[in-house]
């Protein structure tokens, strides 16, 4: 079953309706929130989705509403005050990672002007270039991990089934040279 066809079932959970109907392969112009997209995405592994959706908020918070230049600047006492936050992934690799990738970005914004474009000028590349490139450039970026972070913001092609109601509204929101 698809997550298109499980979102359109009655017994899919309203986390995950939402989540598909509203977020799921919508692009997203914002850097901060592209880079929350890639923190969720890395919290997840080896977790459910459904999970890390419902501690979203939770996330927004302890990572300063993802503002990436905040993350690169974060210490000791931050990485002390996410190890211990029960509403969040209590991960040490994946704080750090995220601490990590928030320098790395804010590197990419300085060389391509966002993050967001520099995304840009590497599409389209196959899920298998991209990985290569996220290893290369980020922390705790595996083939699945980047997979979905590529899907969800609309990098990648297979986020929503062609029959799912969706997947005309994503693709209107696409530009051009990202069209499916």
């Known amino acids: 079953m698809s997550y298109c066809e499980y ?13 598909h109907n509203n977020w799921y392969g919508f692009p997203l112009e914002d850097d901060n929130a592209l880079f929350g997209r890639l923190i969720l995405e890395i919290n997840q592994a080896g977790l459910s989705w459904e999970t890390i959706l419902n501690k979203e908020n939770n996330f927004i918070d302890a990572y300063s509403r993802y503002n990436i230049t905040a993350i690169a600047n974060y210490g000791d006492e931050d990485i002390e005050r996410l190890l211990n936050d029960a509403g969040i992934i209590r991960n040490k690799l994946k704080v750090n990672a995220a601490i990590y990738n928030a320098k790395q970005i804010l590197e990419l914004q300085k060389e391509f002007g966002s993050f967001k474009k520099w995304l840009d000028t590497n599409h389209p590349l196959s899920r298998e ?10 922390k705790f970026t595996g083939g699945e991990i980047v997979n979905e972070f590529l899907m969800s913001t609309g990098y990648l092609f297979g986020a929503h089934v062609k029959t799912c109601p969706v997947f005309d509204e994503v693709k209107l929101e696409m530009p051009k040279w990202m069209e499916l």
Do not use: G, I, P, Q
């Open 129 to 138: 270039e991209w990985t290569k490139l996220f290893k290369k450039t980020f």
């Open 7 to 19: 979102c359109e079932s009655e017994k899919a959970k309203e986390v995950h309706v939402d989540y």
